[in-house]
């Protein structure tokens, strides 16, 4: 795990930047173990105001085209649209397609243009691909989600699927204490 990369700009952040405790969570917009995940993390956030930060890191698994849309959105319009993207994804998987994709990130106020061009970037899907590898490799990230907590020492605790509330609520509360 100490090769898992730190916490960069380039990174979609959620809560407070500086909170001692971080949530690397690794995903798959199409896996549905992280649609069941998402509504958990949402809600430690809400509950540990302030003491959590959650990162979003792709490992597209199962649909690289959703990934792909997800960076768009965030490179073009800022972490909140990136965040509301993964929402409304994870909310409405039986729904995804080129055509939805597009439609939600225009929804919330990506420009059309520069989404099209970003989409057909090579660049942006070689780079997730690499990662993907990378991550594959070099972790055993195999499954989604694949998650990694580090607390306030840069202690490192990593654990695969979607754990229930109760379970991961007690695991930050220990860090938090300590």
């Not at 916490?7 to 405790?21: C, H």
């Not at 649909?63 to 319009?77: L, P």
């Not at 729904?95 to 989409?119: H, L, N, P």
Request: hydrophobic letters at 40%.
């Amino acid at each position: 795990l100490d090769l898992v990369a730190t916490v960069s700009k380039d990174d979609f952040v959620r809560g407070n930047k500086s909170a001692p405790v971080t949530i690397i969570e690794y995903a798959d917009f199409s896996c549905h173990f992280c649609a069941q995940f998402h509504p958990t993390l949402i809600k430690l956030l809400a509950e540990y105001d302030g003491q959590i930060k959650w990162v979003y890191r792709d490992l597209p698994i199962f649909n690289i085209e959703a990934a792909i849309s997800g960076q768009c959105v965030g490179k073009i319009s800022g972490e909140e649209a990136f965040w509301s993207f993964a929402d409304k994804l994870f909310a409405n998987q039986g729904s995804f397609s080129r055509d939805f994709y597009r439609q939600t990130a225009v929804s919330f106020g990506v420009d059309e243009d520069k989404y099209d061009e970003c989409i057909f970037d090579p660049l942006l899907k070689s780079r997730i691909q690499k990662d993907f590898t990378e991550n594959k490799l070099l972790f055993g990230f195999n499954a989604t989600p694949y998650n990694i907590i580090v607390d306030k020492d840069g202690r490192k605790f990593s654990f695969p699927g979607a754990l229930p509330y109760e379970n991961l609520k007690s695991v930050i509360d220990r860090l938090i204490s300590k």
